[in-house]
């Protein structure tokens, strides 16, 4: 959970996680069982052969032939990024009550200590 008052969604289909029956936090994304599900019964279905394929990827945005369907997902697409930056912004927090350093951290995203410190510090 995010926050008591925030919804959090689902890294994979941007179900809320009040329309699932459970949702699963890693380090800064969410899965939901039905997604755990989707993803357990595509494993499953895996050739046991060594046959090299083309992994196929289709994104969920080049899935989608419809534009009210494409409206309608932004609400929650533009949901998720915030859900995103928010656990960013809380392991940020975790790392400096560690005792990390803005040089430290800003290394780890690839930006400068200035650039980690602005980001992330709440101070001008
Ligand atoms: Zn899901």
Redo the contacts with the bound molecule.
């Keep these: 959970m995010v926050a008591s008052d925030q919804v959090s969604l689902?890294?994979?289909?941007?179900?809320a996680h009040t329309d699932?029956g459970t949702l699963v936090a890693g380090p800064g994304v969410y899965?939901?069982d039905?997604?755990i599900s989707l993803s357990s019964q595509l494993i499953a279905s895996k050739p046991k052969a060594n046959t090299p394929k083309p992994i196929q990827r289709i994104a969920p945005w080049d899935a989608e032939t419809g534009l009210d369907s494409v409206i309608a997902s932004l609400p929650r697409v533009s949901q998720a990024g915030k859900q995103a930056e928010y656990i960013l912004n809380q392991y940020v927090r975790k790392a400096r009550e560690l005792g990390g350093t803005w040089a430290s951290i800003g290394e780890a995203l690839g930006m400068t200590r200035q650039s980690a410190w602005e980001r992330f510090s709440g101070e001008e």
Excluded: D, R, W
């Design positions: 689902c890294s994979f289909c941007l179900k699932v899965i939901c039905e997604c």
